[in-house]
């Protein structure tokens, strides 16, 4: 017993109390206990931005930064990239299990039925100005399809679940192909349920008037890496959001576009795109030192560098720096990529850098590969969004089916004014200057 609790003491009163641990963590609710007078509220912890608080239990998704290891289910990432397809990863994270080649056929059947959109959807994209940001249509987008799935709200029947699942997995590479088309005036292509997951993207997004686009297999297994590498990565800011919003009995189009909306944030996936324009402000190797000077002076970031979890290179970013290589022996080689490797390098033995522990993250190569692909950088973010949707949609069962779980609420810590009685408008000074 003595191993699994440990002793607060409360100078204030005196008195000692023993706490649980819990799976190497304390229950902040054992701390309520703690008063100063029976009429005390009693103690919380205070955490902003959840520095050290663990706000669920969950068996998806196991990273350690430290050693900058990322697994899902278990699996290692560099194994899952190597002998796994996407469709066969959201599997695993939906199920548990990898699946059997039967299961997976269905599996890839059952999605590939759910890729069509209701015309009305369209309808509504094309009413998105033609410079309408893709993060934005893409948001908008899916939370609509709420009102297309009504169904969708009954969030405690697993066949429901089931059901949306599939269709927004079959949908989200639709609908973020045409907000790409609808970008350049481009007319929609219809899904082909011939093709692969990957594949049919691709034909979505560049077919022109052939019948069907025939992909180049480097391109498109490298996308479907990308798509591995994207699918999970346990409490980040758009999962707590997909989790804050679903606790609440939300349905999933609404939650999962309020966890995409998290996700356009420059400070996590919306990076890749300021990745891009970081490489491009600096424009050649020779200008690095001076950028890396601009932020160690504080005057900005070094993007797609640094990470909540990550106190080590972090694992992706290994595999899409290769993938890289595999992409370019393809497509013309992105000069960008000898100005990131260069920045790495530089920054890598920088004692700034290496005091914080900062490293490349996932989102430090992948808009290289993604610009060598064809794309613009206002799609980046699109394309790490389709496959977190796989994460976010197991990490939504697993909420709710979690019994420690309930509605989302943190507590505050209130700062503001004691009780004070409204005088009246010619007497009042308003709010002083500085006050937002
Ligand atoms: C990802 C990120 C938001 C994590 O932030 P965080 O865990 O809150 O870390 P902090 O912002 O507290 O940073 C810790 C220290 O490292 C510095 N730092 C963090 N990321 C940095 C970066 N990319 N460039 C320069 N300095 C950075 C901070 O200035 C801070 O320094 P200080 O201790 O002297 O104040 C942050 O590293 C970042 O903004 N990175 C760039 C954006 C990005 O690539 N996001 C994608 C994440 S997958």
Request: proline fraction near 5%; include cysteine; charged fraction near 25%.
């Amino acid at each position: 017993m003595a191993d699994e609790t440990f002793t607060i003491h409360d100078h204030r009163t005196g008195k000692s109390y023993d706490t649980r641990i819990f799976k190497g963590t304390v229950r902040a609710m054992d701390l309520r206990q703690i008063k100063t007078d029976p009429e005390d509220f009693g103690t919380m912890s205070y955490d902003p931005a959840f520095m050290n608080t663990a706000s669920c239990q969950s068996a998806i998704t196991f990273i350690d930064g430290d050693r900058g290891i990322l697994r899902y289910r278990g699996y290692p990432i560099e194994q899952l990239a190597e002998h796994c397809s996407f469709l066969e990863v959201a599997y695993l994270l939906l199920y548990g299990e990898l699946p059997t080649e039967s299961q997976l056929k269905e599996w890839v059947r059952e999605v590939a039925l759910h890729t069509m959109i209701h015309e009305n959807l369209k309808k509504i994209m094309d009413g998105f100005h033609h410079d309408a940001h893709r993060m934005g249509i893409l948001v908008s987008t899916l939370a609509a399809l709420s009102t297309f799935y009504p169904d969708a709200k009954n969030v405690l029947d697993p066949q429901v679940r089931r059901l949306q699942t599939l269709r927004l997995i079959g949908k989200v590479p639709t609908i973020a192909a045409f907000a790409y088309r609808h970008s350049l005036g481009l007319p929609y292509v219809y899904p082909d349920n011939d093709l692969g997951y990957t594949e049919n993207f691709m034909n979505m997004l560049w077919r022109m008037s052939e019948p069907k686009l025939v992909a180049n297999p480097v391109l498109a297994r490298a996308l479907d890496v990308l798509f591995i590498l994207h699918a999970d990565h346990e409490q980040n800011c758009g999962t707590n959001t997909l989790r804050t919003v679903a606790s609440a009995h939300a349905d999933p189009f609404v939650a999962i576009a309020a966890a995409a909306a998290a996700l356009s944030g420059p400070l996590h996936g919306g990076a890749n795109e300021e990745v891009l324009k970081m490489l491009d402000e600096i424009g050649t190797k020779e200008n690095i030192p001076a950028f890396i000077e601009h932020v160690k002076a504080g005057k900005g970031r070094l993007m797609g560098f640094g990470h909540r979890v990550y106190k080590n290179y972090d694992p992706r970013a290994r595999i899409i720096k290769r993938t890289a290589e595999e992409v370019f022996k393809v497509t013309q080689r992105n000069p960008k990529l000898d100005i990131a490797i260069e920045l790495e390098r530089i920054a890598l033995d920088d004692e700034y850098f290496v005091k914080r522990k900062l490293y490349p993250n996932v989102d430090f190569y992948s808009g290289i590969i993604y610009q060598a692909m064809g794309f613009k950088p206002e799609m980046f973010t699109v394309l790490f969004a389709i496959p977190r949707v796989a994460g976010w949609l197991a990490q939504w069962q697993e909420l709710l089916l979690d019994p420690d779980q309930k509605i989302s609420r943190p507590r505050q810590i209130y700062i503001g004014h004691d009780k004070r009685d409204v005088i009246p408008i010619d007497k009042r000074t308003g709010p002083k200057a500085t006050s937002a």
